[in-house]
């Protein structure tokens, strides 16, 4: 099985797509440390990363987010009789290369990790608890790192209370950090004071929803090859002109050579 994550390598001006393949053992059980490959848009070639740490499982096409500089994806400690020993959240840092485990509230890091989705809110890295409650009930508990890698600094922010159980998962927030949810098959937007929902008029099967946060920025994904291309043009030229005025100067001293003779 495997995952994958996209960002931004703002050290070297790189997009860049990280792979994490797992192979399993005799039993059934992913082995650990999984295949890591990554490919460089600027280079334009996969590349296999052995050094990577990872001890992590990252389930089957975990979704992700990118946020400061790294992708993210919700993940599980596995026990030596393969169930599940905790949740956690992996990230995968785009400029060193390297993964790193963050941990979560007690009270989550005991749940499975399909109970649990994991977002940007704003400009912090939050996860979005699925708790069933009695009878058709359900809610939505949100926890929001305040702190970037500081375990300490999880807070639950809020609860969205479905007493009808008719809303779907959390999909993602807007700028009026209304919520995103899927309700019969339509996106709708949850007002987090006046309790109202909105739909957004955007059709589809629940499952296939996706929001994703971005910045604006200046650098363009399909112009970054053609960027090094430029440069490379650049040297290629003046390497050309400067061995061509070398060859001028060696001719000349050949001349003033033969007249001196």
């Known amino acids: 099985m495997h995952s994958i994550g996209f960002g931004f390598d703002s050290i070297n001006h790189d997009c860049k797509v990280v792979r994490v393949t797992y192979v399993e053992d005799d039993d059934g059980f992913d082995i650990v440390p999984p295949e890591v490959e990554r490919y460089s848009l600027s280079r334009g070639c996969w590349q296999s990363i052995s050094y990577c740490g990872l001890q992590s499982i990252i389930p089957e096409r975990s979704p992700q987010v990118y946020i400061n500089g790294a992708v993210h994806w919700i993940a599980y400690d596995r026990k030596t009789n393969g169930s599940i020993r905790r949740s956690l959240i992996v990230s995968f840092n785009m400029c060193n290369e390297l993964f790193r485990e963050i941990f979560l509230p007690d009270s989550l890091a005991a749940q499975c990790g399909i109970d649990i989705e994991i977002n940007v809110f704003g400009e912090s890295l939050c996860v979005m608890h699925d708790v069933f409650l009695s009878g058709s009930n359900q809610t939505y508990d949100m926890?929001?790192?305040?702190?970037?890698?500081?375990?300490?600094?999880?807070?639950?922010?809020?609860?969205?209370?479905?007493?009808?159980?008719?809303?779907?998962?959390?999909?993602?927030?807007?700028?009026?950090?209304?919520?995103?949810?899927?309700?019969?098959?339509?996106?709708?937007?949850?007002?987090?004071?006046?309790?109202?929902?909105?739909?957004?008029?955007?059709?589809?099967?629940?499952?296939?929803?996706?929001?994703?946060?971005?910045?604006?920025?200046?650098?363009?994904?399909?112009?970054?090859?053609?960027?090094?291309?430029?440069?490379?043009?650049?040297?290629?030229?003046?390497?050309?002109?400067?061995?061509?005025?070398?060859?001028?100067?060696?001719?000349?001293?050949?001349?003033?050579?033969r007249k001196a003779s």
């Open 143 to 257: 926890w929001v790192m305040e702190k970037c890698s500081v375990v300490e600094s999880w807070m639950k922010l809020f609860a969205i209370i479905d007493y009808q159980k008719s809303l779907g998962p959390v999909i993602g927030f807007r700028k009026n950090s209304e919520v995103s949810l899927e309700r019969s098959e339509n996106l709708v937007s949850y007002d987090l004071k006046t309790k109202e929902t909105k739909n957004l008029g955007i059709h589809g099967v629940g499952c296939f929803f996706y929001v994703a946060t971005y910045v604006e920025s200046l650098v363009l994904v399909r112009g970054l090859k053609g960027l090094s291309g430029r440069h490379e043009s650049v040297n290629e030229t003046e390497q050309k002109r400067t061995a061509t005025k070398s060859r001028k100067n060696r001719q000349h001293t050949f001349l003033m050579g």
